[in-house]
């Protein structure tokens, strides 16, 4: 995969090249935002218990956040990304956790309803609308009983915005449109706005 694919029009194959460039130095990113992780899946499990679950984590990077989610502790612990680089960082870090190379748009692997919980941390943001809905589809497909997306929620400060535009993510129309696409898959829908510009979007099946 080369530098080119940094200008390709297709979606995916843009975020692979580039997730799969910055996977040597994620984890450092990974440890900086560790403690927020921490806070947000303490709010989490007051609102759905999280002991003895199965969970999902999409788009998992390097594993930060279905690492924090496996404290619990979980009964299974599965985490997958498209980026091989990060899947392979994510093993070495976090040996409780399965982790697989996955598209989150099809998640075949899984059947209907394996896990109690399927998540995604600072996915949905970066990717277009009908890709969104795609991966959201999947991921509702494989939940028994709740969706929970963390990401953005505020506003963003100005170094975020620049990298965002840097990673041409579509983080402006997630943050007016995110809640009424999760509404088209769940007819129970919470958004808690939980720690300095974090959200949790939570669709319950
Ligand atoms: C900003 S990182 C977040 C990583 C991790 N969830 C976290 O919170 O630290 C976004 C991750 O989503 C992955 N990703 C983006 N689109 C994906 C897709 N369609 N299927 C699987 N993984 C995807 C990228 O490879 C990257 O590792």
Same mark, same amino acid.
């Given at each position: 995969?080369?530098f080119l694919h940094?200008? &390709?029009?297709?979606?995916?194959?843009r975020a692979?090249?580039?997730?799969n460039l910055?996977?040597p130095?994620?984890?450092?990113?990974?440890? $900086?935002i560790?403690?927020n992780?921490?806070?947000v899946?303490?709010?989490l499990?007051?609102?759905?218990?999280?002991?003895g679950r199965t969970?999902l984590d999409?788009?998992?990077?390097?594993?930060?956040?279905? $690492?924090?989610?496996?404290?619990?502790p979980?009964?299974?612990?599965?985490g997958v %990304?498209f $980026?091989?680089?990060m899947i392979?960082?994510?093993r070495?870090?976090?040996p409780?956790?399965?982790f697989?190379v996955s598209?989150g748009k099809?998640l /075949?692997? =899984?059947?209907?309803?394996?896990f109690?919980?399927?998540?995604?941390?600072?996915?949905?943001?970066g990717?277009?609308?009908?890709l969104?809905?795609k991966? #959201?589809?999947e991921m =509702?497909?494989?939940?028994?009983?709740?969706v929970?997306?963390? %990401?953005? &929620?505020g &506003?963003?400060?100005?170094?975020t915005r620049?990298?965002?535009?840097?990673?041409?993510s579509?983080?402006?129309?997630?943050l007016q449109?995110f809640g /009424?696409e999760l $509404? =088209?898959?769940s007819g129970n829908?919470?958004?808690l706005?939980?720690?300095k510009?974090?959200g #949790?979007?939570?669709?319950w099946?």
């Amino acid at each position: 995969m080369g530098f080119l694919h940094y200008f &390709s029009g297709d979606e995916d194959r843009r975020a692979r090249f580039i997730f799969n460039l910055i996977a040597p130095v994620y984890g450092l990113i990974d440890h $900086s935002i560790r403690d927020n992780y921490l806070a947000v899946t303490d709010e989490l499990n007051t609102i759905f218990p999280l002991k003895g679950r199965t969970v999902l984590d999409v788009g998992t990077g390097t594993g930060g956040w279905i $690492s924090a989610l496996a404290r619990y502790p979980l009964k299974e612990a599965v985490g997958v %990304d498209f $980026s091989e680089k990060m899947i392979r960082q994510a093993r070495k870090k976090h040996p409780e956790v399965r982790f697989e190379v996955s598209d989150g748009k099809n998640l /075949e692997m =899984f059947p209907d309803g394996a896990f109690d919980l399927v998540t995604c941390s600072f996915v949905m943001h970066g990717m277009k609308r009908d890709l969104r809905e795609k991966v #959201l589809k999947e991921m =509702f497909r494989v939940a028994d009983k709740v969706v929970a997306v963390h %990401d953005f &929620s505020g &506003s963003l400060s100005w170094p975020t915005r620049m990298l965002e535009r840097l990673e041409r993510s579509d983080y402006r129309n997630f943050l007016q449109t995110f809640g /009424e696409e999760l $509404s =088209f898959f769940s007819g129970n829908v919470r958004v808690l706005n939980v720690r300095k510009g974090n959200g #949790l979007y939570l669709g319950w099946k």
